[in-house]
């Protein structure tokens, strides 16, 4: 599964043949189709992987984030502030995003496989976007936004940031994109960081 998302991070879902993942595992045929009736099958079982992974990160960083804080706003900086910190850690330009692999050739996909990251995508919306919709009733941001477009405007923050690292070759840009998000949050609804 590394072996075969890998390949697929690097040069795509239709490039990637079912014999350039087993000559990179070292396995035979018979081995794959022992775990994989398909490449679709493949395809799922990676998506459903990397989606549990995604909202196991989502999960884990707000409850940390709800227990430093009883503020909302609060709450939102620090949670984005854990995603800041753990790109600060890359030192190679970050691999790319599985669900942005898969969008890029979504005819390649039923609708299963893609309902997958439709769903993990809208619990990032709702998540978050209720976190903004606590701020909102409490404070008045400096321009006019929803709490939808705010949680949504992470995801863009992430997915641009992942595609800009790649392509300039610089570890260094998801952890500034991510922090431009973070300092945008803190000028629009007027408060410092904890």
Known sequence: MDAAEALILEQGFSATSIERVI??????????????RSKSDLAYALVERYAALDLGN???NMLRAEKLSRDPLQQV???VGLFQESAEELTEPYPGCLFASYLNEAQLFDERTL?????????????????????LRVRTPAFPVSAESLADMMTVIFEGA??????????ETV????????????LLFGARAA
């Open 162 to 171: 992942f595609i800009l690292s790649k392509t300039m070759k610089e570890a």
């Open 58 to 60: 989502l999960e884990r």
């Open 175 to 186: 952890a500034g994109q991510i922090t431009h998000y973070r300092n945008y949050i803190e």
């Open 115 to 135: 309902g997958i990251i439709r769903t993990t995508m809208q619990e990032w919306r709702r998540r978050l976007g209720a976190k903004f919709e606590s701020i």
């Open 23 to 36: 000559d990179r595992v070292g396995l035979t045929k018979g081995a794959f189709f022992h775990h994989f």
């Open 77 to 79: 900086l620090i949670f």
